[in-house]
């Protein structure tokens, strides 16, 4: 497979509402301190995985721009999409080779598809990996932002919920069931976080590797709850930058009120397990160095 490195440019700059770059979010950045798990090399090998399920639509515009705005390589993984996904990723990838494809034989859900990115970034020796959803609601343009964090942390998670950040075109009952549900999820866990169901994030992949994934059962919201959780409650570095969710431009919005109520009920599960047990080997084992 054919990868190509990252140079990132140290941007220190962020987009405003309509995309285009703007003050330093520095003042706005929370973080949750700790010692990091390695060090990245000058040219970091990164990866950008996006989850498809029917977004034809929007999938080939948004790989263009990923690819534009950053040196970066990105994975597709596409639940077997009944609107032709798959083929409209494998149109770009004719003339772009930094995106790549996994069709899984059916509809398995957002955390397992990450998982299997994950995996994927772990074998094929990449340093970073980001989350990212496929429908526009997050930004290509605060890839070199994150890039350019993740220098002085291991998890960068953009936030709605710290100054910098907005939901400009939601409704005023969807805002309300989301800060609700991120106010709610931050007390239960008693999690300095202000954004624990955001779904924008770089990863240290060698942090990753400290975690056994697979003990991971949460779906939706909740997987995003608890990978952030893990992260900041093993004493790893969380920083979080502010984002403008942006309304999803084409195609139907995959939440249910199961995942809903997975996230309510499952929080209690993590508040009383010890993060600690998802912890899957020492530094020396994983060759972090941490």
């Known amino acids: 497979m054919d990868q190509a490195a990252l140079n990132p440019g140290a941007t220190g700059s ?32 990164v990866l950008v995985v996006i989850p498809t399920y029917n977004e034809r639509e929007s999938i080939g515009r948004l790989l263009g721009d990923v690819c534009r705005v950053a040196d970066v390589d990105v994975l597709v993984v596409d639940d077997s999409s009944p609107d032709g996904t798959a083929e409209a990723v494998e149109a770009v990838r004719a003339a772009e080779r930094r995106v790549h494809l996994l ?3 059916r ?34 343009h605060y890839l070199p932002v994150f890039l350019d964090r993740i220098r002085q942390a291991d998890l960068v998670l953009g936030s709605r919920y710290v100054p910098g950040g907005g939901i400009p075109n939601w409704s005023l009952l969807r805002r309300l069931i989301s800060r609700s549900g991120n106010l709610y999820a931050r007390a239960v866990l008693g999690s300095a976080l202000h954004d624990l169901t955001g779904g924008f994030k770089c990863f240290r992949v060698a942090a990753l590797r400290r975690f056994d994934l697979s003990r991971i059962t ?35 919005s995959k939440m249910s009120w199961k995942i809903v109520l997975e996230a309510v009920t499952k929080v209690w599960a993590l508040r ?18 941490r």
């Open 218 to 252: 949460s779906d939706g919201y909740c997987f995003q709850i608890e990978l952030s959780y893990l992260f900041a409650k093993s004493g790893f570095r969380v920083v979080e930058v502010p984002i403008v969710f942006e309304e999803r431009r084409a195609g139907q």
């Open 103 to 105: 069709v899984r034989p």
């Open 107 to 140: 509809r398995l859900g957002l955390a397992s598809a990450y998982l299997a990115g994950f995996g994927h970034a772990a074998r094929e020796g990449y340093d970073l990996v980001f989350e990212m959803d496929a429908d526009y609601s997050h930004s290509p």
């Open 272 to 289: 009383f397990a010890p993060a600690m047990a998802v912890l899957c080997a020492s530094p020396e084992e994983t060759g972090t160095g």
């Open 14 to 45: 962020a987009p405003d509402r309509r995309g285009r770059l703007g003050p330093d979010p520095d003042r706005a950045a929370v973080t949750v301190t700790g010692p990091l798990a390695d060090g990245l090399p000058p040219n970091p090998r």
